[in-house]
């Protein structure tokens, strides 16, 4: 079976909603001291838009999670391979995550930073992939709902590729190769 790709997000769509985003977060968090923490690897790009469409300076960290294998399907484990390193006791903190399938990930990550005793914590999610959620996680600011399917580009990849690509494209199975 050879895999095709099939567009589902524009750059133009992409750009338009991160700046609604931003400025919902710019408006939500005014005056206030923000730490975004991006999950690695990601989150890295939906980040670095993010972070430049906000009216404020914020202050940018990040973790490592490891919950996906090389392809398309979740160990169901999630180790932590790369911590936070920002103090963020009585911080107010917003995960910036690339997509919520299991929520599994963000259910760990959520747990996991509670215990630094932030003072307010909150999500952001580029995509809500609705279909297979097994753990309700609170998903405060969302990019986009997607049912189904394997998402890359943008930040997301399949076994490492695809990642660089500006759009977000569904894998499909095209069939047999020729
Ligand atoms: P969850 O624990 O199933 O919610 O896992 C979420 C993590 O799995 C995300 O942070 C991604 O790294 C990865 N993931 C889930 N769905 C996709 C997808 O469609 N494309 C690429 N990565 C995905
Ligand atoms: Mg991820």
Not at 24 to 39: E, F
Not at 101 to 129: A, N, Q, Y
Request: hydrophobic share 40%; proline share 3%; glycine share 8%.
């Amino acid at each position: 079976m050879s895999t095709r790709k099939r567009c589902i997000l524009s750059r133009e769509a992409i750009a338009q909603r991160v700046t609604e985003l931003a400025d919902r977060i710019s408006q939500d968090y005014a005056g206030r001291d923000l730490v975004m923490i991006g999950v690695l690897k990601g989150a890295f790009i939906f980040l670095a838009d993010l972070v430049r469409a906000l009216k404020f300076p914020v202050e940018v960290d990040f973790v490592r999670l490891k919950s996906y294998g090389s392809g398309t399907q979740s160990s169901g484990e999630i180790v932590i391979t790369k911590d936070v390193e920002t103090p963020l006791k009585d911080r107010e903190v917003l995960i910036v995550e690339d997509i919520v399938d299991l929520g599994l990930t963000l259910d760990f990550l959520r747990k996991h930073l509670l215990t630094h005793h932030p003072r307010s914590l909150k999500i952001c999610c580029f995509i809500d992939k609705g279909e297979r959620r097994q753990v309700e996680v609170p998903l405060d600011y969302v990019g986009f709902v997607v049912e189904k399917g394997f998402l890359v580009g943008y930040g997301l990849d399949c076994g490492e590729q695809n990642r660089t690509l500006p759009e977000i494209y569904a894998l499909e199975n095209a069939g047999p190769e020729t």
